[in-house]
């Protein structure tokens, strides 16, 4: 087996950064996420190749918080629109877990299936290079299995680093992944080396038969009482490494100025305000409701699987202690027709 010791992880990555943007996961401050390895600064950052889950998915990565669509300037009469095409360099992320790497294939099922392909998103997910790092000892808040993600065998991998004792065997799985390899062959070792064994889960949960039950809870005075916390902050979305909903905005100075997609979140009530004052979510109940039923019914209705991964990140970070597994649990026990 070709085996990266941890002492060369740092060697590793200046070798693939002179090719690529390489993101790994680090603590920087109080946030950890995934950071350009050219922005690596040893005095202020910390590489976190042992941590489960960094605090920020790198969904950023391929869908950016803000992004530039079209240019327009105006002369009299006269207005000229031109889209505006970024150059995409290569990138490749570094140590994501499978949660995150199915977060990113349901992103590409919205942004690149069932007819429509988001030419932004397809030129940066083309040049994207996945090395995944497979987890055998699951969280406190992990239920990535449940889901249906595997821990350790994340399906749209280019590269799964495995630990063991002493750094992680690199298995590689597909040919973006093979090109990475040659850049770095001669840092890997050959070694026989033992698997650590996948511990049980602490956090499990049924979703089977979810999304249909779903169907005649509408109504149901659930939404009122697990809402009724809900600070309709938004941090569950964004941090959510499976929400991709953006608004597009403009921004303009005199004659000159462009339009963008930004990140929205729709926990907010101004995501469903329309220009004519009406809101069909006015009430944060809805709005919650809305989260959870896109999440769990939806999107299974639509590309056939729930949209979230199990990553925990929503339940961690949620200051009104709202719980997805509680959601679903309910669901579950529910008398309905279904
Ligand atoms: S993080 Fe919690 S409080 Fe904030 S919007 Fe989400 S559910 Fe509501
Ligand atoms: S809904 Fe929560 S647990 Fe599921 S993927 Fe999103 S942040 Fe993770």
Redesign the pocket.
Known sequence: MKVLKTGKIEQVLDRLAQQADVYAPMLRGQQSGFFSWRSYDEDYDDLMFDILNVYQPPKDIVLPQTEKMYSIHQDGQDVTIEPIVAEVEPKIIMGVRS?DVR?IDYLDEVFLTKGYVDDAYKARRDKLTIIASACYNPGTNCFCDSMGVSPTDPESADVIMREVTGGYVWDVKTEKGEAVTKQIEDLLEEQEVELFPLKSFLRKVDYSGVAEKLKDMFEDPMWEKYSEPCQTCGI?TY?????YCFDIQVKNWGDEGYRFRCWDSCMYREYTQMAGGHNPREAATERFRNRFLH?LQFFPERYGRPL????????VTCPAGVN?IKIIDTVKEAETGA
């Open positions: 949660c977060g569950c941090l959510c490494p499976t929400c999440k979230c991964t199990g990553c925990g990140r929503c339940i997805i």
